[in-house]
């Protein structure tokens, strides 16, 4: 509960820490509902404190606890409190630069970097790097204050290219091919299991209820956001496969959660349950094999491989191909030797 003092604070004195638009196509849905969806490390019982104590807005008016979200709504919490000012710290952390010139960077991001400060981490991120190496760099708006030149990020663990704006006109020229989808982006992923042949996975994506941190797949759409994977097979190694994976929509751990829903964790991937024995008989040869495997990368084999787009400058179409780190390439080398019986599972 808000003290007195905090009660009667005007509005005026009051930040907003969080600001939503309700979509067009929005269903009618609780407001409580409707933010944790959209709010990450947060819970109902927070948001609805919140909500009793006044502090969530829609269209800049107090509500109530059942307020309805409808289409076109603007709903905001706001707190008496300024929001966490993230610092952006210059660390001088190398960079694999792929390209270069005056409006943008294409980068090879390795494993166990986060892209950007937030929740947790709040130095040794990419961004960090970048803005020792390039000073300032445009940021889209206040939504993405402290991304300053991004228009698309992988996890922590995925490796691979991204591509940074150096300038406004590439960093709104990039954003809209991102939002209109003209981009090009193919992955290399291992698998478990023996996936049969090629396909497509059709299936929103949404918080989990159960984790916040984490996401889920919706194959009736009833909740989340639209979300397509196509996926190609590259080569089979009985109980794990790789393949290729084209984004057609980029939600967040989208490969990752669309592999699960279709029986197909991503190997080695510690919050998708990839990170264990799902397929093969279960000697304690193969057992071992199988640790080895997954002491060799420390997330999920996950690479961002191929990197099309627009130049926001000159329109020439520009595609980027980065080969999968040398971890990656010993874990795929050990499956081929397991198949072609050379391997002693040692």
């Not at 919140?50 to 709903?75: L, M």
Request: hydrophobic share 35%.
């Amino acid at each position: 509960m808000l003290d007195q003092d905090e009660l009667e604070r005007s509005d005026e004195d009051l930040y907003e820490h969080f600001r939503f638009k309700a979509d067009p196509g929005q269903e009618i849905i609780r407001v409580d509902k409707f933010l944790l969806d959209r709010l990450s490390n947060t819970s109902r019982s927070k948001i609805q404190t919140a909500a009793k104590n006044g502090t969530v807005h829609v269209n800049g008016a107090i509500i109530k606890q059942n307020y309805k979200v409808k289409p076109g709504d603007e709903v905001a919490i706001v707190l008496p409190y300024p929001i966490r000012q993230l610092e952006l710290i210059p660390q001088d952390i190398p960079l694999s630069i792929v390209f270069e010139d005056d409006e943008l960077i294409v980068v090879n991001k390795p494993a166990n970097m986060v892209v950007h400060p937030g929740y947790g981490h709040y130095s040794g991120t990419l961004v960090n790097a970048l803005v020792h190496h390039f000073g300032n760099l445009p940021e889209l708006n206040e939504e993405y204050y402290g991304r300053p030149g991004l228009v698309h990020r992988i996890d922590k663990h995925t490796t691979g290219l991204l591509v940074i704006a150096k300038t406004e006109r590439a960093l709104n020229k990039l954003a809209k091919q991102f939002y209109d989808k003209t981009t090009e982006r193919k992955y290399q992923t291992l698998v478990w299991g023996d996936v049969k042949k090629d396909g497509t996975v059709n299936a929103h994506l949404g918080r989990s209820p159960k984790n916040r941190k984490m996401m889920t797949a919706f194959p009736q759409g009833e909740t989340g956001k639209h979300a397509v994977t196509h996926y190609r097979v590259l080569e089979r190694f009985g109980y794990a496969t790789l393949l290729e994976c084209q984004l057609e929509t980029g939600r967040t751990h989208q490969i990752r959660v669309h592999m699960k829903h279709i029986g197909h964790p991503v190997f080695n991937d510690l919050e998708y349950g990839g990170n264990k024995l799902l397929f093969g008989h279960p000697s304690q040869s193969y057992q071992r094999f199988i640790t080895n495997c997954l002491s060799l990368l420390p997330g999920q084999a996950l690479h961002a491989a191929t990197l099309g787009f627009k130049h926001p400058a000159t329109n020439e179409y520009l595609v980027f191909s980065s080969p999968v780190p040398d971890e990656f390439a010993l874990l795929v080398n050990k499956w081929r030797e397991f198949i072609s019986g050379k391997h002693l599972f040692e």
